[in-house]
């Protein structure tokens, strides 16, 4: 056998193993020596200074093991041999003799265990941290004190003055409350707020752990803070009036008063001091001066209705109070929806107190609706129009808070000096001039079926600056509570047409031949010279003279005042100005399907006219008046005219201030709706109105004057709007009745009031107009419009048209009341109308006389649906019988964004 084949010879004594050991003890590789085999890291590499008995160890895990224990690894040891930079790295090479204060990282550990903190470090801290808080709260605790109810009565009155510095009125404050002891507390009213707002409260430590944390994370995501959620937690936030601030710092001490009124202060006490200190609405704070300001009763005398009801209005007056507040929020703090959320809230109230125990299941069954509550406005001072002043100023800052920084709680703090807008001797001179036509015509107890529930309603504005310096807002602010001045849902007539005008002179009538959707310059400006047809049932045409169709497939027939044709015949043309005069609604409902819906309602927009008050304006009828806006916004936009066109919006607070200073100053604030041309011409065409047209009883010797009148439909509203160059004053006048306990109410027709046929706007609004406007102008000189300068070009496009054959057309025109057939649509049109006696189909109102019938409607937005409109519609009109201006509430607020 050769030698290279010979197998070498089998060490002693272990087999492979034990010769694998012995071959790597015994070679002279990397491995020569284990690591720490010398008894130093670095001599592991066989580069340490200090020798060392030598150990043999069994294996290279054991080896690793011993370096480890020795201090250090082969790569450590290494480096450090080799003065490397990874000699010490921070946080790995920790001197293990060294003591620290915190052991962390963790010294003796490698890899993710050294920054896992031992059991002593955690629990130190945990004792630390909890220490601390205990200390804080201990301090915080001792620091504060349990509130005196007694103190939440010092809040200030607000003083609201004049145009010119003098006071107004003082209210506001402490003068609505009274505290009184428990035992004069109904104990229903103590147990209706217990079962609706803390069932805990009798067991509970008077904080609520859940509903602190909610708010602490609420601020902290930058949100709205949240209020107490327990008896004890709302009766110190009340308690604290002279903190109202929404930060973390005062939601702190809040928590600590809470903990110490819950601690140191009896059930009885808290209750007692949150049912006195809560507000109610109706500038009530405190259960007696709530009682009196609903039910003019102490609060002792309460029955549990009354209570669970009161109960109720703690989670907010103004949108639980049955009479409303549409002054702060005319869409959902209506009467209606108020009366409507109030007693469900009541009647969950009486049902948990059953539940509960608190109450019998007989004596709750008594009380199935809401109690009768009293006149809001119990206060004097706020009798006559000044309620109507207070309540429109406070709807301004409250609801422009983002401008003003006063929202509805800093009002209720008081100690405000507001300074309004109003001029005392012209509100004076209003409601003087609108008393003197009611008592000479407006007689109920002659006339019960025809003068019943007649109103008025009046704005003045200045044109120079938007500012609102005199209101009617109804008989008496403590008698009436709706503002006449602000919204109503009275719809305008044609007061509207002025905006149909403007439209034709800015934007121009679309070129017949072009597409539908057109640039400026193919279009064609109109003068107001142009001709259009005053043919009595007039078939309105699209701007490409195709037939007007509904989405039924029905044509419109335009009906004039008193159904008569005006103009030459076959074509019956007349000039725009002349349509203007004498109101005739054939020629601006085709006006406005020439120029494009669209551009209509731009215009109204521009004007002033808040566009959540526009009705309609996909149908022909909305060139003549089927919105509703307020008498304050009529008055604005046609101050925008007599300001050649700068629109300025109407405001009713010049400056507020506090004891610390300025709080809020208005800037006037002017955009060019329209140009110095268009708006002068207007103004021109509407002097003709006033001079020789329907106007004339609103002539004022020695001033020049320009206005429009409006009546609508069924004869349900009647306005006249006029101007001079120092003043702008809208006057409307409807039927509509008081009595809130009458269902399903709506606007009443004026046939036979004021032993007149029908109202119109050239009648009773008009005389008001002239009498008040001579008395405020009188000492002012009397100024000229400017003169204008020549626009447009003279369209004629009109065709004759054919007289109406005794057809179908003919046959439903002789229906005082055609019956609609409501029918969805996709666009914005008005809403469904059931057809009464008072409410027909909204397209049918009529100019100065017509038998049309109509009912305005509310647009809704979106999806709405549109009655089929009869062959002899006619339109919302001017000065004759025949206009209906139930538009509905909620459209036309002045300062919520509705109207104004």
Excluded at 409 to 435: P, Y
Aim: glycine share 12%.
């Amino acid at each position: 056998m050769s030698e290279h084949r010979r197998k070498p010879p089998q060490p002693q004594g272990g087999g492979r193993a034990a010769a694998r050991r012995g071959q790597s003890g015994s070679s002279s590789g990397r491995r020569a020596a284990p690591r720490g085999a010398t008894g130093s890291p670095s001599d592991a590499y066989g580069s340490g200074p200090h020798g060392g008995e030598e150990r043999p160890f069994g294996g290279r895990a054991e080896a690793r093991r011993a370096a480890q224990r020795s201090g250090g690894g082969r790569r450590r040891g290494a480096d450090a041999g080799r003065g490397g930079r990874r000699a010490a790295p921070a946080g790995r090479a920790v001197d293990p003799g060294k003591k620290r204060l915190i052991d962390y990282p963790r010294a003796g550990r490698y890899g993710w265990r050294r920054w896992v903190p031992s059991w002593k470090l955690v629990s130190g801290l945990g004792v630390a941290f909890f220490g601390s808080l205990v200390a804080i709260a201990g301090v915080g605790y001792a620091m504060v004190s349990v509130p005196d109810v007694a103190q939440t009565a010092t809040a200030q009155n607000n003083v609201y003055y004049w145009s010119n510095g003098t006071e107004m009125v003082s209210t506001g404050g402490e003068t609505n409350r009274q505290i009184i002891n428990l035992s004069q507390i109904p104990k229903e009213m103590q147990l209706a707020v217990v079962s609706q707002e803390n069932k805990t409260f009798y067991t509970d430590s008077g904080i609520d752990p859940k509903g602190i944390a909610r708010a602490m994370f609420n601020m902290a995501r930058g949100g709205d803070t949240q209020g107490g959620s327990t008896i004890t937690q709302q009766y110190v936030k009340n308690a604290m009036l002279d903190d109202q601030s929404q930060t973390v710092t005062r939601k702190f001490k809040e928590l600590f008063v809470s903990i110490k009124v819950g601690a140191s202060v009896s059930k009885d006490e808290i209750m007692a001091g949150y049912l006195n200190s809560a507000y109610y609405g109706r500038n009530a704070y405190g259960i007696q001066a709530a009682a009196r300001a609903y039910f003019n009763k102490d609060a002792i005398d309460l029955n549990p209705g009354e209570c669970a009801f009161l109960s109720a209005t703690l989670k907010g007056a103004t949108y639980y109070d049955p009479a409303g507040a549409t002054s702060i929020d005319p869409v959902n703090a209506t009467p209606e929806k108020n009366k409507k959320r109030a007693k469900l809230q009541m009647q969950d109230t009486l049902d948990k107190m059953v539940q509960l125990g608190h109450l019998d299941a007989a004596t709750r069954a008594k009380y199935t609706d809401l109690p009768k509550v009293q006149n809001p406005r119990a206060n004097s001072a706020l009798s006559g129009q000044t309620g109507y002043l207070v309540d429109l100023v406070n709807a301004y800052l409250v609801n422009n808070s983002e401008k003003t920084g006063i929202t509805e709680r800093r009002l209720r703090e008081g100690g405000l000096s507001i300074h309004t807008t109003f001029d005392k001797k012209k509100v004076a001179a209003l409601e003087k001039a609108v008393k003197k036509v009611e008592k000479a015509n407006i007689d109920p107890k002659e006339r019960p079926d025809t003068d019943t529930h007649v109103q008025f309603g009046g704005a003045s504005v200045d044109p120079a600056t938007g500012a609102i310096v005199a209101i009617y807002g109804g008989k008496d602010a403590t008698e009436h509570f709706t503002n006449n001045a602000d919204v109503t849902g009275a719809q305008v007539g044609s007061t509207f047409k002025p905006f149909v005008l403007a439209a034709a002179m800015s934007w121009g009538v679309r070129d017949p031949d072009g597409p539908e959707v057109q640039p400026q310059d193919e279009r064609t400006v109109v003068s107001p010279k142009s001709l259009y047809s005053g043919q009595n049932k007039f078939k309105i045409k699209n701007y490409d003279g195709t037939v007007w169709h509904d989405e039924n497939g029905k044509e419109w027939l335009q009906v004039n005042d008193g159904d008569e044709s005006r103009g030459t015949p076959p074509d019956y043309k007349i000039d725009l100005r002349e349509a203007m005069q004498f109101s005739t609604n054939s020629a601006f409902v085709q006006l406005g399907m020439d120029v494009g819906l669209d551009k209509v309602k731009e215009a109204a927009v521009n004007s002033g006219i808040l566009e959540n008050s526009l009705a309609g304006s996909n149908f022909p009828s909305f060139s003549i008046g089927v919105s509703d806006p307020s008498a304050i916004r009529m008055a604005g936009s046609y101050a925008t005219f007599a300001a050649s066109g700068k629109q300025r919006d109407p405001f009713s607070v010049t400056k507020v201030t506090s004891k610390d200073g300025p709080v809020f100053t208005h800037e006037v604030e002017t955009e060019q709706a329209f140009t110095s041309q268009v708006a002068d011409n207007v103004t021109d065409v509407l002097k003709t109105v006033v001079e020789a047209g329907t106007g004339t009883n609103a002539q004022l010797p020695g001033r020049e004057v320009a206005g429009k009148t409006g009546t609508t439909d069924d004869n349900k509203s009647a306005w006249f709007v006029g101007y001079t160059p120092q003043l702008s004053t809208a006057i409307s006048m409807f039927r509509y009745p008081d009595d809130e306990t009458i269902k399903n109410r709506t606007f009443l027709k004026m046939y036979g009031t004021g032993n007149q046929k029908s109202i119109h706007g050239a009648s009773f609004p008009s005389e008001i107009w002239q009498a008040y406007m001579a008395e405020a102008l009188k000492g002012q000189p009397a100024k000229k419009f400017p003169k204008p300068e020549p626009i447009g070009e003279i369209v004629n496009d009109v065709e004759p048209s054919p007289s109406p054959s005794p057809s179908v057309s003919e046959t439903e025109s002789e229906s005082p009341t055609p019956t609609p057939t409501p029918t969805k649509t996709k666009n914005n049109t008005p809403p469904p109308v059931e057809p009464t006696e008072t409410c027909t189909t909204w397209w049918n109102c009529e100019d100065d006389g017509g038998n049309g019938n109509g009912n305005g409607g509310t647009e809704t937005g979106g999806t709405e649906e549109s009655p089929t409109p009869t062959a002899t519609s006619s339109e919302t009109g001017d000065d004759g019988g025949g206009g209906n201006g139930n538009g509905g509430n909620g459209n036309g607020g002045l300062f919520t964004g509705t109207s104004g």
